[in-house]
Structure formats: structure tokens, C-alpha cells
């Protein structure tokens, strides 16, 4: 085997079992990063056994969640004090700004230090009284581990990604094995490497860069899973909710959205650029919750678009490390085509090209596209439907609240969605009737690990982030007591 990295399972770093490599890419030069080793469904039974192992006879489900917090608080500083290394990886890997992966990198040791706080939590939170309408019983609430518990993650927030999913899972006394995307494994070995620093003990995380329809596979259909947490595509997620149905795993799913930003004609226009371009071309519109369908009120539509227009022009587009590049390359080779096969659909389909849509000139190598945006786009067309997942928006006017509401509710995905208006009233009215699990007034993106986060309709099921990313992890168990001294009397009489 030719490869420059290996497989951590068990506390352990080895090679993979049947050999395999796959190659990750610089998406800004193509250039090959390294030859990763790929974990198969062999090194998936083996992760998962050393996981078990480490549930069912290891310290880590039994010790106190202020024990269990010292441990996430190292990985975080760990995290922290790698920053720079981390992020710099992140931009080889991913292609996204400097700046950006600096914030991805800042959040995912603040997720773990988050979660640190919510372990130690657990520990005053056990054995709470559920006061019973039959005096003759006391009973008592009990918040424990799921058990092992399979992480599978996308490329677009690769470290932020995992940390949503690690530090919950070890705060709850879970074991895990993450296999995050092919596309870009790097920083989740890193992650590794971090927690095996910061002492956890071997087998609690376990980290399989593999292929998805090999190793993602092999962990969804494993019977030692007890738990699936996955964040992805809407037709992996089927994939995968197919699998658990066979022994009925507990799944959570973060899956994919098209959210719609609706902008009333009274919001001041410069505010609603700022959070129109933020939210459509941060990470290289390459991310879920991207504001890919904005609703203008007519008064406002033309100047919107040309002020749009002009700042679209104004992006600075380039390689993730050089200084003031707002839009890198797109992740992939795979990903580009998708994307410009959308574009081009979207033009047959009728909508309005304003800007974009092409290789901006002066770049023969990497994933690189313009700032797209596409105006009266009709609401049939698969640019207004499907997710596109690329720093293309789509713009269309509309007349008044209830037909912004209509178009922003027509859609499979729920995942979220933005209004604005300096009529804060008529705001948190709009904001009540949209159909996602995350609303934005006055803004769109920003994102806290204390809020809940996930998806309406086919945008998923479940919630991460906050106390709700917690109890994805968590079983709760009731346990009763019979407390009276006379005789049940079912036949004793
Ligand atoms: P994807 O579904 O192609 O892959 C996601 C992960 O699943 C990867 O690790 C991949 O290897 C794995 N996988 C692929 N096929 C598999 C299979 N058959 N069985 C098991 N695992 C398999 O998605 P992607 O292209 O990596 O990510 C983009 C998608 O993720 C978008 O749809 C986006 O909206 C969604 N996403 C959602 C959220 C959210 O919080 N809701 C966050 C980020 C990304």
C-alpha cells in the first residue's frame, strides 16, 4: 500500500485491512494533497468492535459527565492551539477563504468546550423525579448513552461537521466512529490525533476516511451501531434510513435545503445585499442552508438586482490563502460539473442570467466559478427546486406577504429560511409561517452552538447543535419503584 496516512481505530493508527487508498485534491490547483488510506467494510467491523468494546467494558459511559468534560476541554484547546494548522488544511482540502476556515476551526473547539459544559450538566440532571398520579410507586429519569454511535459527514464544513457530531457523542458517554468525506478527510485525522493528546481512552473515537458506497455503507448496515448521525445529501439520506430500517438504528439526518430569503420593499437595500451575498456565496455557496432563493418585493426588485449585480462583480475571486479571496474554488471536480450543469439548465429553463455563471477568466486549473446570480427564474425550474450547492442565487419578485410566503413554503426541503423587513411585527408574523426549522430575521447565516439546528420535511430529521444535539445521544430509561408494603393484588387477594 502506497499511502500517506492510516486509519485510527482502537487508539490505535494502522493500515487498512484490505490496502485501499483513494486521493484527496487541492481543489484550487487539482494537485494531489495525499493518498489517503481507505477504510472497507473490514476496518468498519473492526472500528466498530473496538467502539463496543470500549462501551461495554471500558471507564468512558461510566464516568461522570464533569470527568468526561475535562477531557472535551483538552480537545478544544488542542484544537485551539493547532488553529492555524487546521485552517491552513481546511483551505488545501475544502478550497474555502482563509478567514473562513479560521472561523470553521474557532467554532469546532468551541462546540467541544460547549458540550464540556453540557456533560458536566448531566451529571445534576440524573435520576430526576417524574412524580406519578399513584402514590404506592416512586419513579426516577435517567439520561445514558446511546451506545456506538456511526458518524458520516460531507466535505463543505469538514472539521465544524465532525465536532457537531464528536463532542455531543462523547459528552453523552457514547463510543463513535466518524468516517468523514472523501473528499476531504484531512483534519478529521488531525481530530484524532488532538483526542488521542487530550487522553481519551482507546476505541471511544474511532476515524475511517473511506469511500461512501464502501465504508459509509458498511457503517450504515453494521449491527454493532446503535446509533446513525449523518449530515448529507437527501438521496444518501434515504440510503442510509434504508439501512437502519433493518434493525431499527436511531438516526438523526441533516440533509440538504433551498432556502428562501424574502425581502420586503421597506428593507434598507445595502442591509439586504450584505445578507444576500453572505448567504450565498460564503464557502462557495456550498452549504445547506445557503439563501439560494431570494423573494424581492416588486418596488424593490430592479435596484436590488443592480446593486446585486454590482457587488457580484466586485468578489475577489482566488486560491483560500491568498489575502482578500471571498470565493475559492468549489470542492470538486464532480461538484464544478453538477453546478454548471445546473446553470445551464437554468438558462434553457428560461430564467434571466444577470451575472456569472462561467470560469472566471485568467484561471486554466481548480474548481473556480463566478458569482452567479439568475433573476426572474420560473418557479418550476429546477434552479428554483433542487439544491445546487454552489454560489449561484436565484431571484424572483413578488407582490405581496402572502404569495412570498406561498413561494417560500413551496418546496421539499425545510431546512431555512430568511425575512426582512424594518416591520418587525409583520417580520416575526412571516417567520411564524415559514416552514423550516431555522428562520432569520433581518439576516441570514449566522449560526450558534447553543440553537438548535435542523430540517423541516425531506431537510431531515432530528436536531443538532444545543441540549437537542445532546439528546440525540442520549436514551432516556425510567426506572420505578414499587414502594408500598401490601400485595399488588392481581391474584393475591
Ligand atoms: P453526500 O450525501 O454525497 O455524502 C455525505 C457523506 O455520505 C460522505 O461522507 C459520503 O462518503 C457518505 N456516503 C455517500 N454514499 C453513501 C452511502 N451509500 N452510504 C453511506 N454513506 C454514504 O453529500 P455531500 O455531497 O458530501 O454533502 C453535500 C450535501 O450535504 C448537501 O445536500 C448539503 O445540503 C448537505 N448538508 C447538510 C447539512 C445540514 O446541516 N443539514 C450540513 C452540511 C451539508
Given at each position: 500500500m502506497n499511502a500517506d496516512t492510516q486509519l485510527y481505530i482502537n487508539g490505535q493508527w494502522v493500515d487498512p485491512v484490505e490496502?485501499?487508498?483513494?486521493?484527496?485534491?487541492?481543489?484550487?490547483?487539482?494537485?494531489?494533497?495525499?493518498?489517503?488510506?481507505?477504510?472497507?467494510?473490514?476496518d468498519v467491523d473492526l472500528a466498530v468492535q473496538a467502539a463496543r468494546q470500549a462501551f461495554d467494558e471500558g471507564p468512558w459511559p461510566h464516568l461522570s459527565g464533569s470527568?468526561?468534560?475535562?477531557?472535551?476541554?483538552?480537545?478544544?484547546?488542542?484544537?485551539r492551539d493547532r488553529q492555524q494548522a487546521l485552517a491552513e488544511l481546511e483551505v488545501r482540502d475544502n478550497g474555502k477563504p482563509l478567514p473562513e476556515a479560521l472561523w470553521d476551526v474557532g467554532d469546532s473547539a468551541g462546540c467541544f468546550d460547549y458540550y464540556a459544559d453540557?456533560?458536566?450538566?448531566?451529571?445534576?440532571?440524573?435520576?430526576?423525579?417524574?412524580?406519578?398520579?399513584?402514590?404506592r410507586f416512586s419513579s426516577v429519569v435517567r439520561k445514558e448513552p446511546v451506545g456506538v454511535a456511526g458518524a458520516i459527514i460531507p466535505w463543505n464544513f469538514p472539521l465544524l461537521m465532525a465536532a457537531w457530531k464528536v463532542a455531543p457523542a462523547l459528552a453523552a458517554g457514547c463510543c463513535m466512529v466518524l468516517k468523514p468525506s472523501e473528499l476531504t478527510p484531512m483534519t478529521a485525522l488531525e481530530l484524532a490525533r488532538i483526542a488521542d493528546a487530550a487522553g481519551l481512552p482507546a476505541g471511544v473515537l474511532n476515524v475511517l476516511p473511506g469511500l461512501g458506497q464502501s465504508a459509509g455503507a458498511a457503517l450504515a448496515e453494521h449491527p454493532g451501531i446503535d446509533k446513525l448521525a449523518f449530515t448529507g445529501s437527501v438521496p444518501t439520506g434515504s440510503r442510509i434510513m434504508q439501512a437502519a430500517a433493518n434493525d431499527i438504528k436511531n438516526i438523526s439526518l441533516e440533509l440538504g435545503g433551498k432556502s428562501p430569503f424574502i425581502i420586503f420593499a421597506d428593507s434598507d437595500i445595502e442591509s439586504a445585499v450584505e445578507w444576500i451575498m453572505f448567504g450565498i456565496f460564503w464557502n462557495q455557496g456550498q452549504v445547506c442552508s445557503a439563501?439560494?432563493?431570494?423573494?424581492?418585493?416588486?418596488?424593490?426588485?430592479?435596484?436590488?438586482?443592480?446593486?446585486?449585480?454590482?457587488?457580484?462583480?466586485?468578489?475577489?475571486?482566488?486560491n483560500g490563502m491568498e489575502e482578500g479571496v471571498l470565493l475559492g474554488p468549489l470542492v470538486s471536480?464532480?461538484?464544478?460539473?453538477?453546478?454548471?450543469?445546473?446553470?445551464?439548465?437554468?438558462?434553457?429553463?428560461?430564467?434571466?442570467?444577470?451575472?456569472?455563471?462561467?470560469?472566471?477568466?485568467?484561471?486554466?486549473?481548480?474548481?473556480?466559478?463566478?458569482?452567479?446570480l439568475f433573476a426572474d427564474v420560473p418557479l418550476h425550474s429546477a434552479i428554483w427546486r433542487e439544491e445546487i450547492f454552489g454560489p449561484v442565487v436565484c431571484v424572483r419578485p413578488f407582490d405581496d406577504e402572502a404569495e412570498a410566503l406561498r413561494s417560500a413554503n413551496d418546496s421539499r426541503f425545510g431546512l431555512a429560511a430568511a425575512v426582512m423587513s424594518k416591520d418587525l411585527v409583520r417580520a416575526e408574523r412571516v417567520a411564524r409561517k415559514l416552514r423550516a426549522g431555522i428562520v432569520w430575521i433581518n439576516c441570514s447565516q449566522p449560526t450558534f452552538t447553543e440553537a438548535p439546528w435542523g430540517g423541516y420535511k425531506q431537510s431531515g430529521i432530528g436536531r443538532e447543535l444545543g441540549e437537542w444535539g445532546l439528546n440525540n445521544y442520549l436514551e432516556?430509561?425510567?426506572?420505578t419503584r414499587y414502594d408500598s408494603d401490601q400485595n399488588w393484588g392481581w391474584y393475591l387477594k
Open positions: 490496502g485501499r487508498t483513494f486521493a484527496t485534491i487541492d481543489p484550487s490547483s487539482e494537485a494531489l494533497i495525499a493518498r489517503v488510506a481507505a477504510a472497507t467494510a473490514a470527568a468526561r468534560a475535562a477531557v472535551l476541554r483538552r480537545i478544544a484547546q488542542g484544537i453540557l456533560a458536566e450538566g448531566l451529571d445534576d440532571r440524573q435520576d430526576q423525579p417524574v412524580a406519578l398520579a399513584d402514590e439563501t439560494s432563493r431570494v423573494l424581492v418585493q416588486r418596488e424593490l426588485y430592479a435596484p436590488l438586482l443592480d446593486r446585486l449585480r454590482q457587488e457580484a462583480e466586485k468578489v475577489r475571486i482566488g471536480k464532480g461538484q464544478y460539473d453538477k453546478v454548471l450543469t445546473a446553470i445551464a439548465g437554468g438558462l434553457e429553463e428560461g430564467a434571466r442570467l444577470v451575472y456569472g455563471g462561467e470560469r472566471p477568466t485568467g484561471f486554466d486549473q481548480g474548481f473556480y466559478l463566478q458569482p452567479t432516556i430509561k425510567q426506572i
